[in-house]
């Protein structure tokens, strides 16, 4: 059950892979290999052709410690248990039987191999899902391979060193290899026969020949112990991975190194693999990051070539862009603006890391650690006003006073760093100082920068020139947040010292002053209802009407600091965040608390979509963006006050679409609204949509200006044709001519029946018959439910007497007060059609008298003006 009745897990953006090594497989049907990465509970799909995301897997009950792949499937371990799954996407078997958790999977033709903790190995028939062989290992397991022509064998390496060579098929031990006195790392085999690569823990890459148990070559690497080795065996390449992200690429006919990619991932090289056939290498990091590097240079090195990203740092701040809500802004302690798409993965695009010099570190590539970075942007504020003109995203970061400008049309850093004189001089009191805050106007011409000086100036964003400073000489003791107006004529500051202070945005002069209750720790605003959220260090939070500038609500519940706050696009809802690990929604026309979601782990940042489809957080200690559904769209939500103590805590989403929470919210909504059947036999309407009743009275009117303008041409006439009898003698067929002559003879008009509809309602006699008929003409469609009652005269085929029982049957559900609207239309089109008929019969017309008796709409209108009476009476006194 979700904790939370507005919100509902929707997925997580922004998780590429982990520690997980990635494997790849060639698909006959696709002529392409695939590449699989895991992401915690789930793994991707990738194609090498265009690095596009294919497929999310459904969610696993853990993370996934286990990843390889065939031609035909994929299988993942999750604690002790092992999934295979057709497509990424499709679970065809499960393998249950180990007693812990499995660290190594490797498919071996028919077969699937597998070693648990404890050293279980368990060797399983694919297909029929049972255990072929179990064998009880003396060695800890760390890696397995197949060495080529060795049918039935694995080698499987260990921590203290050594090999062992098994047969799967008897389950005995062929040979064992005493090792190299250091822990077996990774195993590839080698494009030689009986060659197989060996790395080891203290960074050393043997070759060594199984057949004779010789080591052929010995590479060594001075970057830590390898984690992976891959072949690209048309140029006689070996890749080796380490923990500090540099691939080596060794020449085996010189038997040195050919080249290095030095910093190729900000991690340790986790997954490491040559394609086939083609000059491409792939890696994989726990860095969050998954590219494809292309063997092109001049000197025969490698170059980036395709890459998918995330944050390897959390994010700290998330906005959305733009009026469609398909971009989100997002800043990482990584240093880095991003941008994720929540339709596609393609649009997600970086645009860089934050540096002091950014051409300088442009030529420096990723050869090194650039000391050039800047600190993690901690806030940003953004327009699309001016997007293809000049920058219109402005960062704030961590502990400078330096703020920069980036472009969101070109997807990169700006040239402006704005700092004012006064911080780049070193003078003595100025040292520390760091911008807290800023705002772009909506115009995107300028943007106002608050310091901890309790300085606040003006800068021109095109020009990156200084245009004013608020304050003589300063505006606060510190400065927390900024605020402008739409129409650039009133700035907000507010500070340490309790005050909310207004200022002329162009004169920079003091036009207004308003205390508070506390300190200010920072701003969200909705420029369209002038409403200016105010996150105060108390954990409360003050709502400012700005062009009042008066205090209109206060909301209290959060027993933490406040992290972020944001509006709902129509500015009904507030939703705040704090470390409390609570994320609530404030009602502000009530003033009330309408819905908390607790989750594990603090929200640090938050946004809402402008369409007001999602809401997207941020949390601590974690890499994505989590989107939420907002389940008032498309479902009925009660947003009664709740009560903090009834809540639970809420998972964060999941990568893909969590298919059980929608699932849930069909079948399982606490707060959904039944109506009840009827209330003291006042008028009920039937529920239905209005189309099945508004539309019946003008169904003629509605048919005629649907009738196409040119009427449809009749077909051209057939040659005339006299059908023949098989027989040796020519002899014409006019049997069946003769025969539907004297069928239409037969057919007499006065013989026509009744509908089905027609025979039940003559033999109604009870209340309960005329409820079942009428609960028949609540299924019917309009035009359906006007051929019926057509049919009820006697010009149609019906008679009096149907007539007439067709308003007993308006009488008796007009006295029970039941699907009101119905009925009156029923009627009206009972009499449009048979109102002359009716007019000249007095016993329909006694049944029509006694119908107008039964007014309720009197009734009820006397109850309106009962209410509107008290209603006005309580106003005037």
Same mark, same amino acid.
């Given at each position: 059950?979700?904790?939370?009745?507005?919100?509902?897990?929707?997925?997580?953006?922004?998780?590429?892979?982990?520690?997980?090594?990635?494997?790849?497989?060639?698909?006959?049907?696709?002529?392409?290999?695939?590449?699989?990465?895991?992401?915690?509970?789930?793994?991707?799909?990738?194609?090498?052709?265009?690095?596009?995301?294919?497929?999310?897997?459904?969610?696993?009950?853990?993370?996934?410690?286990?990843?390889?792949?065939?031609?035909?499937?994929?299988?993942?371990?999750?604690?002790?248990?092992?999934?295979?799954?057709?497509?990424?996407?499709?679970?065809?078997?499960?393998?249950?039987?180990?007693?812990?958790?499995?660290?190594?999977?490797?498919?071996?033709?028919?077969?699937?191999?597998?070693?648990?903790?404890?050293?279980?190995?368990?060797?399983?028939?694919?297909?029929?899902?049972?255990?072929?062989?179990?064998?009880?290992?003396?060695?800890?397991?760390?890696?397995?391979?197949?060495?080529?022509?060795?049918?039935?064998?694995?080698?499987?390496?260990?921590?203290?060193?050594?090999?062992?060579?098994?047969?799967?098929?008897?389950?005995?031990?062929?040979?064992?290899?005493?090792?190299?006195?250091?822990?077996?790392?990774?195993?590839?085999?080698?494009?030689?026969?009986?060659?197989?690569?060996?790395?080891?823990?203290?960074?050393?890459?043997?070759?060594?020949?199984?057949?004779?148990?010789?080591?052929?070559?010995?590479?060594?690497?001075?970057?830590?112990?390898?984690?992976?080795?891959?072949?690209?065996?048309?140029?006689?390449?070996?890749?080796?991975?380490?923990?500090?992200?540099?691939?080596?690429?060794?020449?085996?006919?010189?038997?040195?190194?050919?080249?290095?990619?030095?910093?190729?991932?900000?991690?340790?090289?986790?997954?490491?693999?040559?394609?086939?056939?083609?000059?491409?290498?792939?890696?994989?990091?726990?860095?969050?990051?998954?590219?494809?590097?292309?063997?092109?240079?001049?000197?025969?090195?490698?170059?980036?070539?395709?890459?998918?990203?995330?944050?390897?740092?959390?994010?700290?701040?998330?906005?959305?862009?733009?009026?469609?809500?398909?971009?989100?802004?997002?800043?990482?302690?990584?240093?880095?603006?991003?941008?994720?798409?929540?339709?596609?993965?393609?649009?997600?695009?970086?645009?860089?890391?934050?540096?002091?010099?950014?051409?300088?570190?442009?030529?420096?590539?990723?050869?090194?650690?650039?000391?050039?970075?800047?600190?993690?942007?901690?806030?940003?504020?953004?327009?699309?006003?001016?997007?293809?003109?000049?920058?219109?995203?402005?960062?704030?970061?961590?502990?400078?006073?330096?703020?920069?400008?980036?472009?969101?049309?070109?997807?990169?850093?700006?040239?402006?760093?704005?700092?004012?004189?006064?911080?780049?001089?070193?003078?003595?009191?100025?040292?520390?100082?760091?911008?807290?805050?800023?705002?772009?106007?909506?115009?995107?011409?300028?943007?106002?920068?608050?310091?901890?000086?309790?300085?606040?100036?003006?800068?021109?964003?095109?020009?990156?020139?200084?245009?004013?400073?608020?304050?003589?000489?300063?505006?606060?003791?510190?400065?927390?947040?900024?605020?402008?107006?739409?129409?650039?004529?009133?700035?907000?500051?507010?500070?340490?010292?309790?005050?909310?202070?207004?200022?002329?945005?162009?004169?920079?002069?003091?036009?207004?002053?308003?205390?508070?209750?506390?300190?200010?720790?920072?701003?969200?605003?909705?420029?369209?209802?002038?409403?200016?959220?105010?996150?105060?260090?108390?954990?409360?939070?003050?709502?400012?009407?700005?062009?009042?500038?008066?205090?209109?609500?206060?909301?209290?519940?959060?027993?933490? %600091?406040?992290?972020? @706050? &944001? +509006? !709902? #696009?129509?500015?009904?809802? /507030?939703? $705040?965040?704090?470390? *409390?690990?609570?994320?609530?929604?404030?009602?502000?026309?009530?003033?009330?608390?309408?819905?908390?979601?607790?989750?594990?782990? %603090?929200?640090?940042? @938050? &946004? +809402? !979509? #402008?369409?007001?489809?999602? /809401?997207? $957080?941020?949390?601590? *200690?974690?890499?994505?963006?989590?989107?939420?559904?907002?389940?008032?769209?498309?479902?009925?939500?009660?947003?009664?006050?709740?009560?903090?103590?009834?809540?639970?805590?809420? #998972?964060?989403?999941?990568?893909?679409?969590?298919?059980?929470?929608?699932?849930?919210?069909?079948?399982?909504?606490?707060?959904?609204?039944?109506?009840?059947?009827?209330?003291?036999?006042?008028?009920?309407?039937?529920?239905?949509?209005?189309?099945?009743?508004?539309?019946?009275?003008?169904?003629?009117?509605?048919?005629?200006?649907?009738?196409?303008?040119?009427?449809?041409?009749?077909?051209?006439?057939?040659?005339?044709?006299?059908?023949?009898?098989?027989?040796?003698?020519?002899?014409?067929?006019?049997?069946?001519?003769?025969?539907?002559?004297?069928?239409?003879?037969?057919?007499?008009?006065?013989?026509?029946?009744?509908?089905?509809?027609?025979?039940?309602?003559?033999?109604?006699?009870?209340?309960?018959?005329?409820?079942?008929?009428?609960?028949?003409?609540?299924?019917?469609?309009?035009?359906?439910?006007?051929?019926?009652?057509?049919?009820?005269?006697?010009?149609?085929?019906?008679?009096?007497?149907?007539?007439?029982?067709?308003?007993?049957?308006?009488?008796?559900?007009?006295?029970?007060?039941?699907?009101?609207?119905?009925?009156?239309?029923?009627?009206?089109?009972?009499?449009?059609?048979?109102?002359?008929?009716?007019?000249?019969?007095?016993?329909?017309?006694?049944?029509?008298?006694?119908?107008?008796?039964?007014?309720?709409?009197?009734?009820?209108?006397?109850?309106?003006?009962?209410?509107?009476?008290?209603?006005?009476?309580?106003?005037?006194?």
């Amino acid at each position: 059950m979700s904790s939370s009745k507005i919100f509902l897990q929707n997925r997580a953006l922004g998780y590429v892979s982990n520690e997980i090594p990635l494997v790849t497989r060639y698909i006959n049907l696709r002529r392409e290999n695939l590449i699989v990465t895991s992401v915690g509970r789930a793994f991707h799909t990738y194609s090498s052709d265009r690095f596009q995301l294919l497929s999310v897997s459904p969610q696993h009950e853990a993370n996934i410690t286990c990843l390889a792949a065939d031609c035909y499937l994929v299988y993942t371990s999750c604690e002790d248990q092992i999934y295979a799954w057709r497509r990424g996407v499709e679970l065809k078997h499960t393998y249950s039987g180990h007693k812990a958790a499995i660290k190594l999977l490797f498919p071996f033709a028919v077969n699937l191999v597998s070693i648990d903790e404890l050293g279980i190995v368990k060797v399983w028939d694919i297909k029929t899902e049972s255990i072929y062989k179990e064998i009880q290992l003396n060695i800890t397991a760390t890696t397995i391979c197949h060495p080529p022509t060795y049918t039935n064998k694995v080698l499987i390496g260990s921590a203290e060193g050594k090999l062992q060579l098994w047969n799967i098929k008897t389950g005995s031990m062929i040979y064992e290899f005493k090792g190299w006195d250091s822990s077996v790392t990774s195993l590839e085999p080698a494009p030689a026969e009986d060659m197989v690569a060996i790395g080891l823990k203290n960074g050393k890459i043997i070759l060594h020949n199984l057949k004779f148990d010789v080591s052929k070559m010995t590479f060594v690497q001075d970057w830590g112990s390898v984690t992976r080795i891959s072949f690209l065996i048309k140029r006689q390449l070996m890749m080796t991975g380490s923990p500090k992200g540099t691939v080596v690429v060794w020449n085996l006919e010189e038997g040195k190194v050919d080249s290095l990619i030095v910093k190729a991932h900000h991690g340790p090289i986790c997954g490491l693999q040559c394609l086939p056939d083609e000059p491409l290498l792939v890696t994989s990091s726990s860095d969050n990051s998954l590219k494809m590097w292309r063997f092109d240079m001049s000197d025969g090195s490698a170059s980036l070539f395709k890459i998918r990203e995330g944050h390897f740092k959390p994010p700290v701040s998330i906005r959305f862009h733009g009026a469609s809500g398909a971009s989100i802004l997002s800043a990482g302690n990584d240093s880095t603006l991003r941008v994720f798409n929540t339709v596609t993965e393609i649009a997600n695009k970086s645009f860089g890391r934050a540096s002091y010099n950014r051409k300088i570190s442009k030529k420096r590539g990723n050869k090194w650690a650039d000391p050039l970075t800047m600190p993690p942007i901690t806030s940003f504020t953004s327009e699309t006003t001016r997007d293809k003109e000049w920058d219109n995203i402005v960062a704030v970061h961590r502990g400078i006073p330096t703020v920069t400008t980036w472009s969101f049309d070109k997807n990169k850093m700006g040239e402006h760093k704005l700092c004012h004189e006064r911080f780049k001089k070193n003078v003595s009191g100025q040292k520390g100082i760091s911008a807290n805050c800023a705002c772009l106007t909506h115009c995107g011409n300028f943007v106002v920068i608050g310091y901890s000086s309790g300085h606040i100036d003006k800068y021109n964003v095109q020009s990156g020139l200084h245009r004013g400073t608020y304050g003589n000489p300063t505006a606060h003791n510190c400065v927390r947040a900024v605020y402008v107006d739409t129409l650039n004529q009133v700035m907000i500051s507010g500070g340490s010292d309790t005050f909310l202070k207004f200022w002329n945005f162009k004169k920079c002069d003091l036009l207004a002053k308003l205390e508070i209750d506390d300190t200010v720790s920072f701003f969200s605003w909705h420029s369209e209802s002038s409403f200016l959220a105010i996150a105060l260090d108390n954990y409360d939070i003050c709502l400012v009407d700005t062009d009042t500038r008066t205090v209109v609500r206060k909301f209290s519940g959060h027993h933490g %600091p406040l992290t972020d @706050l &944001t +509006f !709902s #696009p129509d500015s009904r809802w /507030l939703v $705040t965040s704090a470390m *409390d690990s609570t994320i609530r929604t404030w009602d502000i026309p009530s003033s009330s608390m309408i819905d908390i979601l607790k989750v594990d782990t %603090p929200c640090v940042s @938050l &946004t +809402f !979509s #402008p369409t007001g489809s999602y /809401l997207a $957080t941020a949390h601590a *200690d974690r890499l994505g963006i989590y989107l939420w559904f907002n389940k008032t769209l498309y479902t009925h939500v009660s947003l009664r006050p709740i009560i903090e103590e009834d809540q639970i805590t809420e #998972p964060l989403p999941l990568t893909g679409i969590n298919q059980e929470s929608l699932e849930c919210l069909t079948v399982e909504n606490e707060d959904k609204y039944t109506p009840k059947e009827q209330i003291e036999n006042k008028i009920t309407m039937s529920g239905l949509d209005d189309a099945r009743w508004q539309n019946i009275l003008n169904l003629d009117a509605i048919k005629k200006r649907n009738k196409p303008l040119l009427q449809p041409k009749a077909p051209v006439a057939a040659p005339f044709f006299l059908p023949t009898i098989q027989s040796l003698n020519f002899e014409f067929d006019i049997e069946d001519a003769l025969s539907k002559k004297e069928i239409n003879k037969k057919i007499d008009p006065k013989t026509i029946t009744q509908t089905v509809f027609a025979q039940k309602l003559l033999k109604a006699q009870t209340l309960n018959d005329y409820q079942a008929l009428f609960d028949q003409l609540k299924l019917m469609g309009p035009s359906a439910l006007n051929y019926e009652v057509r049919s009820l005269s006697p010009e149609a085929g019906g008679t009096f007497e149907l007539m007439i029982k067709f308003l007993d049957l308006l009488k008796q559900i007009s006295e029970n007060n039941k699907d009101f609207e119905l009925s009156q239309s029923y009627l009206g089109v009972f009499l449009k059609y048979n109102g002359r008929v009716v007019a000249q019969q007095p016993e329909a017309l006694t049944h029509l008298e006694q119908i107008s008796k039964n007014n309720p709409w009197e009734k009820l209108q006397n109850d309106f003006l009962l209410c509107l009476s008290i209603v006005e009476y309580m106003k005037n006194n």
